[in-house]
């Protein structure tokens, strides 16, 4: 079955420091993947998605995130963080039936 | 474009009474929605998936007499938790996915559920 981890339940970083999230999957397949940002008692918001091509993804608001099959990595980053990036962010990969297994987030706390 | 709403945003109710959440798509038509819960600090645990014009297909271990959720057309689904118990307090999330876009859902907002 397929399965997303994120190792790390927090991060902070200071504003304008660059930021790498990490997610690992679990897939037999090409995976599509996705990653996801939640701000307090909102939805989830689509940052951006990979699902074949080129295997470093830009999205939206300044982040990208690079496919790496050999590790089983989708990590996300973004070279400069900005005080309104502190959410909670989920890594996703699709799975059988159009549906999305989700990784259990990380909190980004953004210090300045 | 994409945008999916849910009503009310929060509820408070009584244990033993029944609850009803929407969740629209707005600008689109939605083939299949999904509804999720959200435990604090947790992540999203899929409910269910929903087709319109069809029954809804529960995931393993979510009771579908207690969450009741319908379908009835392309631009809504509708959660309801019945003879609501304190547990059932949480974020309840749906999102819609359109025609041949696999894998492309849109989350509504989020309705935080509080059964007193």
């Known amino acids: 079955a397929q399965s997303v981890t994120q190792p790390d339940i927090h991060i902070t970083v200071s504003e304008g420091a660059s930021l790498e999230l990490r997610c690992n999957y679990s897939?037999?397949?090409?995976?599509?993947l996705f990653w996801y940002v939640q701000s307090p008692g909102q939805g989830l918001q689509l940052l951006l998605k990979y699902f074949s091509g080129d295997t470093l993804v830009q999205g939206i608001k300044g982040f990208e995130a690079e496919f790496k099959r050999s590790q089983s990595s989708f990590n996300l980053r973004k070279p400069s963080v900005h005080w309104s990036d502190a959410a909670e962010y989920f890594c996703a990969v699709g799975a059988d039936g159009n549906k999305l297994v989700f990784g259990a987030g990380t909190i980004l706390r953004v210090k300045s | 474009g994409a945008v999916v709403s849910q009503h009310p945003s929060r509820v408070i109710c009584k244990s033993g009474t029944s609850v009803k959440i929407e969740c629209r798509s707005l600008?689109?038509?939605?083939?299949?929605m999904f509804w999720y819960r959200q435990f604090p600090k947790k992540s999203l645990m899929l409910m269910a998936t929903s087709n319109e014009g069809s029954k809804a297909t529960y995931e393993q271990g979510v009771e579908k007499d207690k969450f009741l959720i319908n379908h009835a057309s392309l631009t809504l689904s509708t959660l309801t938790v019945t003879s609501a118990h304190p547990e059932d307090s949480s974020f309840y999330i749906c999102s819609a996915s359109m025609p041949g876009r696999a894998y492309e859902q849109y989350f509504g907002p989020g309705t935080r559920l509080t059964v007193t």
């Open positions: 600008d689109f038509q939605a083939t299949t």
């Open positions: 897939y037999g397949a090409t995976p599509y």
